[in-house]
């Protein structure tokens, strides 16, 4: 049987053990960010890692634990690299730079960083409900995370008045997330598709005078 979380939470990171069991995770991040729900398997998984695949039995009772745990994961970390993002600006820092601050840590952790937030981003809908529930507690408080962005800049007078915040917040992190499926740096610098989005919230979401 599988570890609980709370062992797996106790567990020295630097133990052999945990270390295993992070190789697993990274090479299930790999492969199911790549080839989707349908198309991963543990022997693909296992190859990956260089490892044997009953190993990873020993650490996730099935594949459905491991690819939950790694849409868990990559919702928990992306989640987590925003937070420290804005956790690193100035305290004067205005709630609309806020915003912009968060757009780049959100789209280069998805694009540049972690297959983990792809895996995640790109099998939301392709996995069997079940498997969600953890990703979704996670995703429901970084969409709360963009709420509280949003309103600040609402109450800082930073947005347009007539915007519908709740439309525009979901927009965007519908758009950002779906770039994981078309964008390609042979065409286009990460560097640039951060500005263009950007851009889109400073002159289409912000008032003619900010």
Do not use: C
Request: proline share 3%; no cysteine; glycine share 4%.
């Amino acid at each position: 049987m599988a570890e609980t979380t709370e062992r797996r939470a106790a567990e020295a990171p630097t133990s052999k053990s945990a270390r295993t069991r992070e190789r697993i995770l990274d090479a299930a991040a790999h492969v199911l960010s790549r080839k989707g729900y349908a198309g991963t398997r543990l022997a693909d998984v296992a190859a990956h890692a260089q490892l044997q695949a009953p190993t990873i039995y020993y650490h996730f009772a099935s594949r459905d634990e491991l690819i939950e745990e790694v849409m868990w994961v990559g919702a928990a970390r992306v989640h987590a690299h925003v937070v420290a993002e804005l956790e690193a600006l100035p305290a004067e820092t205005s709630p609309l730079d806020r915003i912009l601050t968060a757009v780049e840590a959100h789209l280069r952790y998805e694009l540049l960083i972690s297959d983990y937030t792809t895996a995640s981003i790109r099998n939301a809908n392709q996995v069997p409900e079940g498997l969600r529930a953890k990703a979704a507690a996670e995703e429901a408080a970084y969409a709360r995370l963009w709420r509280d962005l949003f309103t600040a800049a609402m109450d800082a007078g930073q947005l347009r008045a007539d915007l519908d915040i709740t439309v525009t917040r979901m927009l965007l992190l519908g758009a950002m997330n779906w770039a994981a499926e078309w964008w390609n740096p042979r065409h286009r610098t990460l560097d640039d598709l951060v500005r263009a989005t950007q851009d889109m919230v400073r002159y289409g979401m912000a008032p003619a005078t900010a």
